[in-house]
């Protein structure tokens, strides 16, 4: 059984401050990783993705992915409450035609 | 990001009625499409993965003679929820395939009452 894994939270970090966002993956053959945010009510909205090892930024956000140990991370620099939603960790099982498995994901509270 | 929409995006219908939920991906073509279900504070659950021009591939435990998908054109996707229950009451979402990535569309809630 293929699983992804996240700490469901909450996760609660003052504004301002750095979040960090965790996932372990159970498919050693994974080839492509993803972060999604989804705001309660609404479908999830791609934020990242990542394919090689390493950290890989995107204006407030940055990637990282470390394929030994199975692990991918998602941080976000100076929170906003506007952050404060659902992350979802995804992973391209591999040899998959596209098909992902979502992590339940983790719930980010950014207080004011 | 690529676009998907989604229509309707609510729906409230009475027990044993059918239901059709459109997606389109508006500025991308998407041989492949995905339907999920999220149930409330439930993550999403794949329910079945479409491929334009051939028959949907269904999940286990997912009724394919209930949930009946038809992928006509690389650029819509249908879902239709057949005789549904209240038990099938929930927040469906698809998604169309870009490279290796999957952009969702809006969501579809559907109450049967």
């Known amino acids: 059984q293929k699983e992804v894994e996240q700490n469901s939270g909450p996760l609660s970090v003052p504004e301002g401050a750095i979040a960090s966002l965790n996932c372990t993956y159970s498919d050693r053959g994974s080839q492509s990783f993803f972060w999604y945010r989804q705001y309660s009510g609404k479908s999830p909205e791609l934020i990242m993705f990542?394919?090689?090892?390493g950290d890989k930024e995107d204006g407030r956000f940055t990637a990282q992915l470390n394929k030994a140990s199975q692990y991918v991370s998602l941080l976000i620099r100076d929170s906003q409450p506007s952050d404060s939603a659902t992350y979802l960790c995804?992973?391209?099982?591999?040899?998959?035609?596209?098909?992902?498995?979502f992590g339940k994901g983790t719930k980010l509270s950014v207080k004011p | 990001g690529a676009v998907v929409s989604q229509h309707p995006s609510w729906v409230i219908c009475k027990s044993g009625t059918s239901v059709k939920i459109e997606c389109r991906s508006l500025?991308?073509?998407?041989?492949?499409m995905f339907w999920y279900r999220q149930f409330p504070k439930q993550s999403l659950m794949l329910m079945a993965t479409s491929n334009e021009g051939s028959k949907a591939t269904y999940e286990q435990g997912v009724e394919k003679d209930k949930f009946l998908i038809n992928h006509a054109s690389l650029t819509l996707s249908t879902l239709t929820v057949t005789s549904a229950h209240p038990e099938d009451s929930s927040f469906y979402i698809c998604s169309g395939q870009g490279n290796y990535e999957q952009y969702f569309g809006p969501g579809t809630r559907l109450t049967v009452t």
């Open positions: 995804a992973v391209s099982p591999g040899g998959s035609q596209g098909n992902l498995i």
């Open positions: 990542i394919y090689s090892n």
């Open positions: 500025d991308f073509q998407a041989t492949t």
